[in-house]
């Protein structure tokens, strides 16, 4: 995977936990052009990689916006980037996108809680330039705890289509998404970013208006724990040769160890990095980063945690 150096051109405080990076290429080049709701991968000063969505206006090319919430639990990647500052260099990747906006779609209601507003500002910028119909929900604890707010509300050039909630009960953020969901048909599209829970619950009410394909995801942390206990070994083809991934090794780490070179990231599913073609077999889907339907094809794999219900795989590098 192509990365490349950026410089740090401005860091500001958007909340107590989260700060924000303004990105220039340091060789001065414009970016490429990039999908709304795409994200990058950053290594950061301890060479830890982690991937931040990119909030900046997609078809602005001259700089690079992200947003790095400092984890209670960080192991060095977003602690270490807390402390970086202006005129440092940082290494990214190009822009992958894991949840791309339905151009077909009658609307789009973006639903983000926390950090997970990141995605959604760039979604939305887009859309709003597109002429496109679209509302954009915010929750967050309070208004001091949510980033980007005088942006979305004075800056965007969308705070018409922003509506923030704050502060909500379980049962009152329920009764907002009821709502949001009331007007919805089955040529909308919902979007939704933020923790497992939440968009457990904005995918269950959404889902009751839309097909289930309409309502797409953008995961930050890997799932639960699939159970194991069931594995058994398979088999994998790559250009003619033949490998066994016995029971608690990965399809990549088999690659890996056989001399094959496989782009990956997260190695748990969420990034789509290591996404291979399948040609012939019956995958074990166990990411969290291909939507229902392209599970359903089964012709791709995301073959950091995915395993086999065949007892081979064709596979293609891509
Ligand atoms: S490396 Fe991230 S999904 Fe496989």
């Known amino acids: ?14 909340t107590s936990n989260i700060k924000s990076f303004r990105l220039k290429r340091a060789d001065g080049a414009p970016f490429d052009p990039y999908p709304a709701g795409a994200h990058i991968d950053v290594v950061g000063p301890t060479a830890v990689v982690r991937q931040y969505s990119l909030c900046s206006p997609p078809y602005e090319l ?8 400092l984890e209670a639990d960080s192991r060095g990647g977003s602690q270490a980037l807390h402390d970086v500052e202006v005129g440092q260099e940082l290494e990214i990747s190009a822009p992958r996108n894991l949840m791309d906006l339905a151009e ?6 973006l639903v983000a809680a926390g950090i997970g507003v990141t995605p959604m500002i ?21 208004h001091t705890e949510a980033a980007f707010v005088d942006l979305l509300e004075n800056r965007s050039g969308f705070s018409d289509r922003v509506v923030f909630h704050f502060g909500l009960s379980r049962d009152e953020q329920r009764a907002v998404l009821e709502t ?8 909308s599209h919902v979007y939704t970013c933020g923790p497992e829970g939440f968009m457990d619950r904005v995918k269950s009410i959404a889902a009751e208006k839309v097909p289930e394909d309409n309502v797409h995801i953008e995961h930050f942390r890997a799932g639960e724990p ?4 069931a594995d058994v070994p398979f088999e994998v083809e790559l250009d003619d040769e033949v490998y066994e991934v016995p029971v608690g090794r990965s399809i990549v780490q088999v ?16 990034c789509g990095t290591c996404i291979m073609g399948v040609l012939k077999g019956e995958p074990d889907h166990r990411d969290q980063c291909m939507s229902s339907s392209e599970k359903k094809a089964n ?20």
Do not use: W
């Open 255 to 270: 690659l890996e160890e056989n001399g094959v070179e496989v782009d990956t990231t997260c190695q748990e599913g969420i």
């Open 226 to 229: 699939t159970d194991t206990s």
């Open 104 to 109: 077909d779609a009658d609307r789009h209601v």
């Open 299 to 318: 012709d791709q794999i995301a073959a950091c945690v995915s395993r086999a219900k065949s007892p081979r795989l064709v596979l293609e590098l891509f």
């Open 1 to 14: 995977m192509g990365m490349f150096k950026v410089r740090v051109a401005e860091v500001l405080e958007e």
């Open 180 to 187: 949001a969901a009331s007007s919805l048909t089955q040529e």
């Open 62 to 69: 001259d700089e690079y916006l992200v947003a790095v919430k």
């Open 122 to 142: 760039s979604m939305a910028y887009h859309l709003q330039r597109a002429g496109q119909e679209f509302e954009l929900h915010y929750f967050a604890r309070s």
